[in-house]
């Protein structure tokens, strides 16, 4: 495979990865939700930040946030650990073509002094045919 279709595939999976991340977190951020116009028919925020008595609990918006931030962190890690997968398996693959391109050389070089022993035997085969024909005459 070359470096150009991995670091395409490599570019492809992270933006796979973080359009899933986006989807699942979608509408979550506070920082966005507060800019966003409210609808009452879809409202549950307040529900979420009130306790039963209908007062708002202390830091729950932010509770939530380092949630996100949690998860967000977490999927920096996973890219990260992803990332220093996928440089491993490259280095990996770069060594073993280095191998297969050494292995490939010293099988060559095995061919070539095959042709030339044989080359030298067919020679000698045909001196030695030469010198019987000349004593059987």
Same mark, same amino acid.
């Given at each position: 495979?070359?470096?150009?279709?991995?670091?395409?595939?490599?570019?492809?999976? =992270?933006?796979?990865? $973080?359009?899933?991340?986006?989807?699942?977190?979608?509408? !979550?951020?506070?920082?966005? &939700? /507060?800019?966003? +116009?409210?609808?009452?028919?879809?409202?549950?925020?307040?529900?979420?930040?009130?306790?039963?008595?209908?007062?708002?609990?202390?830091?729950?918006?932010?509770?939530?946030?380092?949630?996100? =931030?949690?998860?967000? $962190?977490?999927?920096?890690?996973?890219?990260?650990?992803? !990332?220093?997968?996928?440089? &491993? /398996?490259?280095? +990996?693959?770069?060594?073993?073509?280095?191998?297969?391109?050494?292995?490939?050389?010293?099988?060559?070089?095995?061919?070539?002094?095959?042709?030339?022993?044989?080359?030298?035997?067919?020679?000698?085969?045909?001196? $030695?045919?030469?010198?019987?024909?000349?004593?059987?005459?």
């Amino acid at each position: 495979m070359d470096p150009v279709d991995r670091r395409a595939a490599k570019a492809q999976l =992270k933006a796979q990865f $973080m359009a899933a991340w986006r989807r699942k977190h979608a509408g !979550e951020d506070p920082v966005s &939700d /507060e800019c966003e +116009e409210r609808n009452p028919f879809t409202e549950t925020r307040e529900e979420d930040v009130t306790d039963e008595h209908g007062e708002r609990e202390p830091f729950a918006e932010k509770d939530e946030y380092m949630g996100q =931030k949690r998860d967000y $962190m977490h999927s920096l890690k996973f890219l990260n650990v992803l !990332e220093e997968y996928i440089r &491993d /398996e490259q280095k +990996e693959e770069e060594e073993e073509e280095g191998e297969e391109e050494e292995l490939i050389k010293i099988f060559q070089e095995q061919q070539k002094r095959l042709q030339q022993y044989r080359s030298v035997r067919r020679e000698r085969l045909k001196e $030695m045919k030469l010198l019987r024909d000349q004593f059987l005459k």
